[in-house]
C-alpha cells in the first residue's frame, strides 16, 4: 500500500491530517477513488445512511455586492431583478411540507429591502409552519443575526469561499475577509448551526490554500460544509476564465469529511451542474445533504450566479420525485428528522 493510502487510513480514525499531507492528498490523483470511499466510510459510520433533504427557496436575486465570480452580481445590468412576497415564499414552504422536507433554506442576495422586520416576521412563520430554518442570507450585524436567531433561525449559511486573504480581497473588491470571519464567529457564538464552505478553482486559487480552507473548517468547529466548483458566469469580470472540476471539489469534500465526521454535508448543485450524476458521486464521496431547488419556474431561471444550474429544466415536483428515487437506489433512506448535527466523536 502507497503511504499516502496509509495516510488516509489514518486519517478515517484520527480525523487529523497536516497541511502538508493535505496537499498530498490533494495533488496526486492516483488515490482519487481509495480518498472518496474512506470518506463514504466515514460519513456512514457517523452520520449513517440518512440523507437529510433540504427545501431551498431563492427568496430575491438583489444583491449589493460585487463578487467578481457571481453572476448576480450587483454590476450585471442584465439579470431581471426580482424579489418574492411573503406569501410566495409560504406558498413554497407549503410545497416543501407536501414533499416531506423538514428544513427550509431562504437564500437570496444581500437585498436591504428585506430588513430586519421583514426577516423576523419571515422567520416566525417559518417556524410555526413546523420547519427547522437555515438562512443564507449574507453578512450582517452581531444585533440583526441574534435578532433572527432569537426569532427562531436555527442555521446559516455563510461561505468564507476562500481563506487566502489576497485572493478574497480580489474576488471581493467591496468586502473585507476580517468581516467575513467576524460574522462566522459571531453566528458560531450565537449558536447557529454554522455552515460554510469555498469555491474550488477560482483563477489563481492554489492547492496550499484549498489545504488550508480544509483546516480552517475544521478550526472554526464548523456544522455544515458547503463546497462546490467555481462555474465561470456569463456578464462577470470572470467570464473567459477556466472553471474548476468536479474532481477537485469532491477531493476537497472527501477530505472534509475525513477531518470533520460528524456534520452535515451537501452534494452541491455545482457539483451536478458540471456532471449529471454529480451528486450521486458526491453522496458517495463523504456527502449526506441535498438541498432541493423549491423556488417556483419563473424566478429560477432568474437567481443566476451560474450559468446551467442543474434542476432549471424540472419543476419541483419532478426533481423531488427523480432524487429521492436517486437516493433509494443507491441504498440510501430519506431523513425523516431535522438532521441537526448529532456530536458523535
Ligand atoms: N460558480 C460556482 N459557485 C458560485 N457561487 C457564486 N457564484 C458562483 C459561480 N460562478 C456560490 C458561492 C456562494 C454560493 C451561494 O454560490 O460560493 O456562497
Known amino acids: ?11 478515517t480514525d484520527s480525523h487529523v491530517l497536516s497541511e502538508a499531507q493535505i496537499i498530498d492528498i490533494l495533488k496526486d490523483d492516483s488515490i ?10 466515514v460519513r456512514e459510520k457517523y452520520v449513517g445512511n440518512e440523507v437529510h433533504l433540504r427545501g431551498l427557496i431563492e427568496f430575491s436575486n438583489i444583491c449589493k455586492c460585487s463578487c467578481k465570480y457571481c453572476g448576480i452580481r450587483k454590476e450585471n445590468t ?13 406558498a413554497l414552504a407549503q410545497k416543501a411540507k407536501e414533499y416531506g422536507y423538514k428544513t427550509i433554506v431562504l437564500q437570496s442576495g444581500e437585498d436591504s429591502f428585506f430588513s430586519k422586520e421583514k ?7 417559518i417556524k410555526d409552519m413546523g420547519f427547522a430554518l ?3 442570507i449574507g453578512e450582517k450585524t452581531y444585533e440583526e443575526y441574534k435578532e433572527y436567531k432569537d426569532a427562531g433561525a436555527d442555521r446559516y449559511l455563510l461561505r468564507i469561499e476562500t481563506t487566502d486573504k489576497n485572493l478574497y480581497q480580489k474576488m471581493h473588491p467591496d468586502m473585507s475577509f476580517e468581516n467575513r470571519i467576524r460574522c462566522l464567529k459571531d453566528l458560531k457564538k450565537l449558536g447557529y448551526e454554522t455552515g460554510t464552505g469555498c469555491l474550488v478553482g477560482l483563477p489563481e486559487q492554489s492547492i496550499e490554500s484549498l489545504a488550508h480552507d480544509i483546516l480552517f473548517f ?3 468547529d464548523a456544522d455544515m460544509i458547503g463546497l ?15 472553471g474548476g472540476t468536479l474532481t477537485m471539489a469532491l477531493k476537497v469534500m472527501a477530505l472534509t469529511r475525513l477531518l470533520l465526521p460528524d456534520i452535515n454535508i451537501p452534494a452541491t448543485t455545482a457539483m451536478e451542474t458540471l456532471d449529471p450524476d454529480g451528486r450521486l458521486k458526491a453522496l458517495q464521496s463523504g456527502a449526506n445533504v441535498v438541498m432541493p431547488n423549491i423556488t417556483d419556474e419563473e424566478c429560477k431561471h432568474k437567481y443566476t450566479i451560474y450559468p446551467g444550474k442543474a434542476g432549471l429544466n424540472n419543476t419541483a415536483d419532478e426533481y423531488n420525485r427523480s432524487i429521492m428515487l436517486k437516493i433509494k437506489n443507491r441504498g440510501r433512506i430519506i431523513a425523516s428528522g431535522f438532521g441537526f448535527r448529532f456530536r458523535n466523536l
Request: glycine content about 2%.
Open 32 to 41: 482519487n477513488d481509495f480518498l472518496f470511499s474512506a470518506a463514504d466510510e
Open 119 to 125: 426577516m423576523v416576521s419571515i422567520i416566525k412563520k
Open 218 to 220: 475544521k478550526e472554526l
Open 78 to 90: 442584465l439579470v431581471q431583478r426580482y424579489r418574492m412576497t411573503e406569501e410566495k415564499i409560504f
Open 228 to 242: 462546490g466548483p467555481f462555474i465561470p458566469a456569463p456578464d462577470t469580470p470572470l467570464e473567459t476564465e477556466d
Open 134 to 136: 437555515t438562512l443564507s
Open 1 to 11: 500500500m502507497t503511504d499516502l493510502k496509509k495516510l488516509i487510513i489514518t486519517a
